[in-house]
């Protein structure tokens, strides 16, 4: 099963992504901004956003998951 069809796994993605983006702007803020209007730079940037300004939201997130999936619920 795909991660579209599992809503949890699809919030897993996600929630993967901000934190990649995240992370990739850290280390190349210069290109990540200088190219936010493409399509696929855009919506990183965007997630890169979203990922520093809600850093404890996100964070809290990550470990509810990490929970989840060493529990195996």
């Not at 992370?23 to 901004?33: G, N, V």
Request: hydrophobic share 55%; glycine share 4%.
């Amino acid at each position: 099963m795909t991660a579209l069809f599992n809503f949890q796994s699809a919030l897993l993605v996600l929630l993967l992504f901000i934190c990649t983006a995240a992370y990739c702007h850290q280390l190349f803020p210069a290109f990540m901004d200088r190219k936010k209007d493409s399509p696929v730079v855009g919506v990183a940037w965007k997630c890169a956003r979203i990922g520093e300004r809600l850093s404890p939201y996100i964070s809290v997130c990550c470990v509810i998951f990490a929970v989840r999936l060493f529990i195996g619920a």
